[in-house]
């Protein structure tokens, strides 16, 4: 079965420090790719996606992922992090065939915290 | 503002009961997705329904049910209410009915079952 894995459960930086959560998938065939975010209290939000083109995508906040497809990976990164950024994210797949292209596969989320 | 409008917001059950989540999707959108959220978990995919119809269910068994209204709004049913169902019910809108076009998700109901 298809399935997404996050590395990292529970991470910890300092502001400023640069920030690298891994997100790998488990499916041979053409995929499209998301990160979401949930601040504390808040709901889940669309940080970028990857559907096709430039590897490399920038999302909001200064955050961006890139796709290596033989790899099976779509690791975030933000070059320096904020107090704000303290979040769970989750990395996640839509199959890109028609059939199955309602729905999206999670991974567990990382809980990101960041100390002022 | 999610956009998108769910209730309630928390809830609590016994089990072998029946409960009904509501979601009331952004203005504009036409399609709901239901995800199921376990603590500690991602969200798990339920159903969508497009259409006022049931596009694509996940790996749910029949105890959970759904409907979708003329006005796009949709509810979620639960029979039989196991102790497992505990969790956070996400609904998450979008326009058309393809999970590629963006979803905005509520907040959630969170049920408890006792």
């Known amino acids: 079965a298809q399935s997404v894995s996050q590395h990292n459960h529970h991470v910890i930086l300092s502001e400023a420090a640069s920030l690298e959560l891994g997100c790998n998938y488990s499916y041979g065939g053409t995929v499209n790719l998301f990160w979401y975010v949930q601040y504390p209290g808040q709901h889940l939000q669309l940080l970028l996606k990857?559907?096709?083109?430039d590897p490399l995508v920038k999302g909001i906040k200064g955050f961006e992922a890139e796709f290596i497809k033989s790899k099976f990976s779509f690791n975030l990164r933000k070059p320096s992090v904020q107090w704000s950024d303290t979040a769970e994210y989750f990395c996640?797949?839509?199959?890109?065939?028609?059939?199955?292209?309602?729905?999206?596969?999670w991974g567990l989320g990382t809980s990101l915290a960041v100390n002022p | 503002d999610a956009g998108v409008t769910q209730s309630p917001t928390h809830l609590i059950k016994t089990r072998g009961q029946q409960v009904t989540l509501r979601c009331s999707p952004k203005?504009?959108?036409?399609?709901v997705s239901w995800y199921q959220q376990a603590l500690g978990q991602g969200p798990q995919f339920i159903f969508q329904y497009y259409e006022e119809e049931e596009r694509q269910r996940g790996n749910f068994p029949d105890r959970f049910s759904g409907h979708q209204f003329p006005n796009y709004s949709s509810e979620l049913n639960v029979n039989a209410l196991l102790l497992g169902d505990s969790a956070l019910y996400l609904c998450a809108s979008s326009l058309g009915d393809s999970a590629n076009y963006g979803y905005t998700f509520g907040s959630g109901t969170r049920l408890t079952v006792v």
């Open positions: 990857y559907f096709s083109g």
């Open positions: 203005s504009g959108h036409d399609t």
């Open positions: 996640a797949v839509n199959l890109g065939n028609a059939g199955n292209n309602r729905k999206l596969i």
